[in-house]
């Protein structure tokens, strides 16, 4: 059987400003603007749904809101029949930097998905030893809410950069 997968960014929003990123750089109001509704990613998922896609994936880039937004999208995707949820996004989208303090979506948002991807570069982590000790105790986190028991899969996303 073939694997169909939808997937979508709905946001411009990053608090990130790395050079050359099409989310930070010559961003027009157009493109801005042109930033889709719920309305229409619910109807997108749905027209997906009728042509045999069954795993949604996100990327969502680090904003304020981003992990509410995450949830809201990843249980419209449930609700409209996707099998798979999969959303790439940052780990201090999902964990705060004082380790075991999830915030407020976090855990709902790891309780719906079944493939959290974490996005590594130089503007998220400044030194290896920094994204090392961060994950450790996020992994620590998964282990101790039965993430992985439960057929759950993370991802490390590492990006290139000139760095």
């Not at 790395?18 to 801005?32: A, F, I, P, Q």
């Not at 780990?91 to 303090?101: K, M, R, T």
């Not at 759950?152 to 290139?160: P, S, V």
């Amino acid at each position: 059987m073939e694997r169909k997968i939808f997937s979508i960014a709905p946001s411009f929003n990053c608090s990130l400003k790395c050079d050359g990123c099409y989310l930070t750089t010559s961003v027009t109001k157009e493109m801005r603007d042109a930033v889709k509704s719920d309305y229409y990613w619910e109807r997108a998922m749905e027209e997906a749904i009728r042509h045999g896609f069954e795993e949604f994936a996100m990327t969502l880039n680090p904003f304020p809101g981003a992990t509410a937004k995450a949830v809201e999208y990843a249980i419209m995707a449930k609700s409209k029949g996707f099998k798979v949820i999969n959303v790439t996004t940052t780990l201090n989208a999902v964990w705060e930097e004082d380790p075991g303090q999830p915030i407020p979506y976090a855990d709902q948002l790891l309780n719906i998905v079944d493939i959290l991807s974490i996005s590594v570069d130089e503007h998220r982590f400044k030194t290896p030893e920094a994204f090392g000790s961060q994950i450790s105790n996020f992994d620590d986190h998964l282990t101790d809410i039965d993430f992985y028991n439960r057929g759950k899969l993370l991802n490390i996303n590492l990006l290139w950069t000139p760095t």
